[in-house]
């Protein structure tokens, strides 16, 4: 089943007869890259493909209930499995779109069609009927002879429809339709919100301003400016602008203005303020857990994952919190006093914390990073994420000329196993603009299927990576680098996968087994191998020198107490907004007693504040989530010490028991066992603590 879908009844789409025929044709795969023709399609091209799209599953749906024959797992789950095919179509061209290239238009349809998906998925999950079938399935399960991968998409399934209030009756099932419509509609205003507040800021830049700037961000700041039609230079909230802008600018009334407007996205008085949205959507989420018999959203969310409940994920949270503040705390005093002996007796500030840290590190370990990021250059980042592709797995990349895809920019290669079968579609978007959301992710266009012949996997990510000048090299940053081999990662495991049903295909696992293969890559960019072959300058060629390279990994934990604590208190504040069991009136200040609670230092704000924390606000999917990334860390570390373990960190015997029973193996079993599989045993939780250098 398809996740974006609702409810065609009472819809104020107007069907096109002349274009309704060809819908298939738009929006299925097509071309040599194998994708929708978005050349073709139009904003208004959505309404009545939608329209369409849900009236024809829905009509599926209406077959598999009236089906007279006992309910089989051919005839209700395999059905399940291959409806909604148009739908999933549409809907994964406009997802992809309303988050890497919008425009008004499109928001205004996303506005429209959020809450109608919703309320024909609720339309569906909550067909007593349909239940009646899956459920009757389940109760037999065992005496139904399946193959394991087909009893854990039936388990799921029946899970699944439970979740989504498949027992609720009368006006509790008719509610809960309105709560999940109301939020979905929130979630897409929350959304437009942040984006709104990110377009609307360009602040201009004089040339005294922008002394001290390193010459990739002052180009970025031009490409900035041009793009809005504007003269000059400009500083903008892209991660990829304003984060070098607070770490180089000396100028620190300069900083701290651009700090306020980057920290208060969604915060602003006016028709983009996010607060009230926020309210509601707390409300509404405490509501529905209710429903289902949670006690807080917090149970519900994580009742569905490796964690389980909110006090597991508390104590991890915990534990990392304690060390983490008291090394956080150590270097505020270090860099405050870095501060003063350089003339600045001005109380220390978060907006000064990235400036400080830098010279500090300049001087503790000699790192230059406007110098370094000559030698980190898109292109030889991009081929040593392949490069790493090729020797753990054996997988080859062909590039696709003119893909025809969304955008301009956009690249596409042709995946190839090692016996030349072509494997799937991967596609980057690497660079920022006005149109994208920022943030950098991964998804499908098409997910890997077994049944009906097979399907490949069409996977693309995007990223917000500063455009050059025409002519130059886009030049990475370190952080930039990780997140480039970070989304590779995602790419893999959706580009990997090898099962029988898309409903447990690639990613659709849970929150916190699938940052596993992200994170667990990130660990290849830095090794000696990689940065030999690909860390070349930008002008000269030469690769990496190896005293550096030994400073940088010298200093892989530094500011290590920073990085956790940004991440840390977003992850605390994400869990206990959704553990109180009634939603706080005044979120914001909830958010402030929450970070008093557990000892914020004032030197630091949280990664991501409430009214712009789109992975908890803007769907739910990382909601009491954000804790993933550190749950999946300790994997991830655990994971990368096996290859370790062996003295090559591309032995292919590990290699191959990680692609088998990680990248490959989707949902086809629970993910502690798909875990242990591969590494002989449960992860050892104290590898996260040796990662991040806060082993006691």
Same mark, same amino acid.
């Given at each position: 089943?398809?996740?974006?879908?609702?409810?065609?009844?009472?819809?104020?789409?107007?069907?096109?007869?002349?274009?309704?025929?060809?819908?298939?044709?738009?929006?299925?795969?097509?071309?040599?890259?194998?994708?929708?023709?978005?050349?073709?399609?139009?904003?208004?091209?959505?309404?009545?493909?939608?329209?369409?799209?849900?009236?024809?599953?829905?009509?599926?749906?209406?077959?598999?209930?009236?089906?007279?024959?006992?309910?089989?797992?051919?005839?209700?789950?395999?059905?399940?499995?291959?409806?909604?095919?148009?739908?999933?179509?549409?809907?994964?061209?406009?997802?992809?779109?309303?988050?890497?290239?919008?425009?008004?238009?499109?928001?205004?349809?996303?506005?429209?069609?959020?809450?109608?998906?919703?309320?024909?998925?609720?339309?569906?999950?909550?067909?007593?009927?349909?239940?009646?079938?899956?459920?009757?399935?389940?109760?037999?399960?065992?005496?139904?002879?399946?193959?394991?991968?087909?009893?854990?998409?039936?388990?799921?399934?029946?899970?699944?429809?439970?979740?989504?209030?498949?027992?609720?009756?009368?006006?509790?099932?008719?509610?809960?339709?309105?709560?999940?419509?109301?939020?979905?509609?929130?979630?897409?205003?929350?959304?437009?919100?942040?984006?709104?507040?990110?377009?609307?800021?360009?602040?201009?830049?004089?040339?005294?301003?922008?002394?001290?700037?390193?010459?990739?961000?002052?180009?970025?700041?031009?490409?900035?400016?041009?793009?809005?039609?504007?003269?000059?230079?400009?500083?903008?909230?892209?991660?990829?602008?304003?984060?070098?802008?607070?770490?180089?600018?000396?100028?620190?009334?300069?900083? !701290?203005?651009?700090?306020?407007?980057?920290?208060?996205?969604?915060?602003?008085?006016?028709?983009?303020?996010?607060?009230?949205?926020?309210?509601?959507?707390?409300?509404?989420?405490?509501?529905?857990?209710?429903?289902?018999?949670?006690?807080?959203?917090?149970?519900?969310?994580?009742?569905?994952?490796?964690?389980?409940?909110?006090?597991?994920?508390?104590?991890?949270?915990?534990?990392?919190?304690?060390?983490?503040?008291?090394?956080?705390?150590?270097?505020?005093?270090?860099?405050?006093?870095?501060?003063?002996? =350089?003339? %600045?007796?001005?109380?220390?500030?978060?907006? %000064?914390?990235?400036?400080?840290?830098?010279?500090?590190?300049?001087?503790?370990?000699?790192?230059?990073?406007?110098?370094?990021?000559?030698?980190?250059?898109?292109?030889?980042?991009?081929?040593?994420?392949?490069?790493?592709?090729?020797?753990?797995?054996?997988?080859?990349?062909?590039?696709?000329? =003119?893909?025809?895809?969304?955008?301009?920019?956009?690249?596409?290669?042709?995946?190839?196993?090692?016996?030349?079968?072509?494997?799937?579609?991967?596609?980057?978007?690497?660079?920022?603009?006005?149109?994208?959301?920022?943030?950098?992710?991964?998804?499908?266009?098409?997910?890997?299927?077994?049944?009906?012949?097979?399907?490949?996997?069409?996977?693309?990510?995007?990223?917000?990576?500063?455009?050059?000048?025409?002519?130059?090299?886009?030049?990475?940053?370190?952080?930039? !680098?990780?997140?480039?081999?970070?989304?590779?990662?995602?790419?893999?495991?959706?580009?990997?996968?090898?099962?029988?049903?898309?409903?447990?295909?690639?990613?659709?696992?849970?929150?916190?087994?699938?940052?596993?293969?992200?994170?667990?890559?990130?660990?290849?960019?830095?090794?000696?191998?990689?940065?030999?072959?690909?860390?070349?300058?930008?002008?000269?060629?030469?690769?990496?020198?190896?005293?550096?390279?030994?400073?940088?990994?010298?200093?892989?934990?530094?500011?290590?107490?920073?990085?956790?604590?940004?991440?840390?208190?977003?992850?605390?504040?994400?869990?206990?907004?959704?553990?109180?069991?009634?939603?706080?009136?005044?979120?914001?200040?909830?958010?402030?007693?929450?970070?008093?609670?557990?000892?914020?230092?004032?030197?630091?704000?949280?990664?991501?504040?409430?009214?712009?924390?789109?992975?908890?606000?803007?769907?739910?999917?990382?909601?009491?989530?954000?804790?993933?990334?550190?749950?999946?860390?300790?994997?991830?570390?655990?994971?990368?010490?096996?290859?370790?373990?062996?003295?090559?960190?591309?032995?292919?015997?590990?290699?191959?028991?990680?692609?088998?029973?990680?990248?490959?193996?989707?949902?086809?079993? =629970?993910?502690?066992?798909?875990?242990?599989?591969?590494?002989?045993?449960?992860?050892?939780?104290?590898?996260?603590?040796?990662?991040?250098?806060?082993?006691?």
């Amino acid at each position: 089943m398809f996740a974006h879908r609702s409810e065609s009844e009472g819809t104020r789409f107007v069907v096109n007869p002349k274009k309704i025929q060809s819908w298939n044709e738009l929006f299925a795969p097509s071309g040599p890259a194998r994708l929708p023709r978005f050349a073709e399609i139009s904003p208004a091209d959505f309404r009545p493909a939608f329209t369409e799209a849900m009236a024809e599953h829905r009509a599926e749906i209406d077959a598999i209930t009236a089906d007279p024959a006992e309910p089989t797992f051919e005839n209700t789950v395999i059905a399940l499995e291959r409806a909604g095919r148009l739908l999933g179509d549409v809907a994964s061209a406009f997802f992809t779109l309303s988050g890497a290239h919008t425009n008004d238009d499109l928001q205004a349809v996303e506005r429209e069609v959020s809450p109608l998906l919703s309320r024909h998925g609720s339309a569906i999950s909550l067909d007593p009927r349909l239940f009646a079938r899956i459920d009757a399935l389940h109760e037999d399960r065992h005496g139904l002879d399946l193959e394991p991968q087909a009893l854990r998409l039936l388990e799921k399934l029946h899970r699944g429809f439970l979740r989504s209030g498949a027992r609720l009756e009368g006006a509790a099932r008719e509610r809960f339709a309105d709560l999940n419509a109301r939020l979905a509609e929130l979630g897409t205003r929350f959304s437009q919100n942040v984006l709104a507040d990110e377009r609307a800021y360009a602040r201009a830049v004089t040339a005294d301003e922008m002394v001290g700037l390193p010459a990739f961000l002052v180009s970025a700041m031009e490409d900035a400016a041009t793009e809005r039609g504007l003269s000059g230079h400009v500083v903008t909230l892209s991660r990829s602008i304003v984060v070098p802008f607070l770490t180089y600018s000396p100028r620190r009334e300069l900083r !701290a203005e651009v700090f306020a407007a980057w920290t208060r996205r969604g915060e602003n008085e006016g028709a983009h303020d996010n607060r009230p949205v926020i309210a509601e959507i707390l409300q509404l989420r405490a509501e529905k857990a209710r429903f289902l018999g949670y006690p807080n959203f917090a149970s519900y969310k994580l009742d569905d994952t490796m964690a389980k409940t909110p006090d597991a994920v508390r104590a991890l949270l915990t534990r990392v919190w304690e060390r983490a503040r008291e090394r956080a705390v150590a270097d505020a005093a270090v860099l405050s006093r870095f501060a003063r002996e =350089d003339g %600045d007796n001005a109380p220390f500030a978060p907006a %000064d914390w990235r400036f400080r840290a830098e010279a500090r590190r300049r001087a503790e370990f000699a790192i230059d990073e406007t110098a370094l990021k000559s030698y980190f250059q898109l292109e030889p980042m991009i081929e040593a994420a392949f490069d790493v592709a090729g020797r753990l797995f054996g997988l080859r990349f062909e590039p696709i000329p =003119d893909p025809q895809a969304w955008h301009p920019d956009v690249r596409a290669w042709r995946v190839l196993d090692p016996d030349g079968t072509e494997r799937g579609t991967f596609l980057g978007d690497y660079f920022a603009r006005a149109s994208k959301r920022s943030g950098a992710w991964m998804s499908a266009l098409r997910s890997q299927s077994g049944i009906d012949g097979g399907e490949r996997p069409v996977i693309y990510n995007v990223c917000n990576f500063a455009k050059p000048a025409r002519g130059q090299p886009a030049l990475l940053s370190v952080d930039d !680098a990780r997140t480039l081999f970070h989304e590779f990662g995602h790419a893999l495991h959706g580009l990997l996968s090898d099962v029988t049903y898309p409903s447990l295909a690639g990613t659709a696992v849970s929150r916190d087994f699938v940052e596993l293969p992200s994170q667990l890559y990130e660990h290849w960019l830095m090794t000696p191998d990689v940065l030999a072959a690909h860390a070349r300058h930008a002008e000269t060629g030469e690769p990496l020198p190896q005293a550096l390279a030994d400073k940088l990994h010298a200093a892989r934990t530094f500011d290590a107490g920073f990085d956790t604590v940004e991440f840390t208190s977003s992850a605390l504040v994400d869990l206990l907004l959704h553990t109180d069991g009634e939603a706080p009136a005044d979120p914001m200040e909830r958010e402030r007693e929450i970070l008093a609670q557990i000892g914020m230092p004032a030197e630091i704000v949280m990664r991501h504040r409430s009214p712009h924390f789109a992975h908890i606000f803007s769907g739910d999917g990382y909601s009491s989530g954000y804790y993933s990334y550190m749950w999946s860390e300790v994997l991830d570390a655990d994971a990368f010490e096996a290859f370790e373990e062996t003295g090559d960190v591309f032995d292919q015997d590990t290699a191959e028991r990680l692609r088998r029973n990680v990248y490959a193996a989707g949902n086809s079993d =629970d993910p502690a066992l798909l875990y242990e599989r591969f590494r002989g045993r449960a992860p050892d939780p104290d590898a996260l603590m040796r990662k991040r250098g806060l082993a006691a």
